[in-house]
């Protein structure tokens, strides 16, 4: 679970770093599958994208979804209603993978709704390409005015190892570096949500694999959106324990506003 000092970090900047999320024979097999995916593109292709239901043919990937110390973080900085939206695979190859300044969600609000978790197959160095954030900007709706200055007034550089994780609120404003390097860069990027949040696209036309479809593990089946755990409230469950912070909203109005 993470400490009160993590939760007050990640409340204040939108952003937090985990260590060693991921280790071991896990991240070796994942780092092996990237390769051999990126193996299969042309030369000509400099970055890629592969989407979860391709990469839950793949056991390596799928076995994100048991990480305790992942699963466990987004419970603690989303809630107990906690679903997987997302996970793809991004590989950009050497002169590519710079992207502008950006959220990935539209709007703002004073909670967490959901979380983009980039996890580092490779050591995120400034020749690699690093994330940049712009610390607390995910709770202004106002954008940071002109994204051309280099460096943007106030932004921070976030630097990782392989296997690190960096847990950033989706209305934060961001970027990424071009790729300097003389290799690929890959990440997964693995998008959590509070469970009343559905994506509608066109990747949800294909089924999840049998053993997914039919896992009974309880907070599998919440993650892949197939049913929350007993006594886990959400927003279509009309109880006001979902608004865990307890201030009055459209929601949950208060007694004084009825």
Not at 21 to 27: F, M, P, S, T, W
Not at 217 to 223: E, G
Request: glycine letters at 10%; proline letters at 5%.
């Amino acid at each position: 679970m993470l400490t009160l000092a993590q939760k007050q970090t990640f409340e204040e900047t939108g952003y937090l770093v985990l260590e060693g999320v991921v280790q071991g024979e896990l991240l070796e097999a994942m780092r092996r599958e990237a390769r051999a995916l990126m193996a299969s593109e042309p030369p000509e292709v400099g970055r890629r994208v592969w989407h979860e239901r391709a990469l839950f043919r793949r056991r390596a990937f799928r076995e994100a979804l048991d990480v305790a110390a992942l699963i466990e973080a987004e419970r603690d900085l989303i809630g107990e209603d906690v679903q997987l939206l997302a996970l793809d695979l991004l590989i950009a190859r050497p002169g590519q993978g710079k992207v502008g300044w950006h959220r990935d969600v539209r709007f703002v609000c004073n909670k967490t709704l959901s979380i983009n978790t980039g996890i580092y197959l490779e050591d995120m160095t400034e020749e690699m390409g690093l994330l940049r954030v712009l610390p607390g900007s995910h709770r202004r709706e106002e954008g940071p005015g002109r994204t051309d200055a280099d460096p943007l007034p106030g932004e921070v550089r976030v630097p990782a190892r392989a296997g690190d994780a960096v847990f950033f609120d989706a209305g934060l404003w961001h970027t990424g570096d071009q790729n300097r390097s003389g290799k690929d860069r890959a990440g997964l990027f693995a998008y959590f949500g509070r469970y009343w949040i559905k994506r509608m696209d066109n990747y949800f036309t294909q089924p999840l694999l049998a053993d997914l479809l039919q896992t009974t593990d309880p907070m599998k089946r919440q993650l892949l959106g197939l049913g929350l755990r007993s006594g886990v409230p959400s927003y279509h469950g009309d109880d006001e324990r979902y608004n865990r912070r307890g201030e009055a909203g459209i929601d949950f109005p208060s007694e004084t506003m009825k």
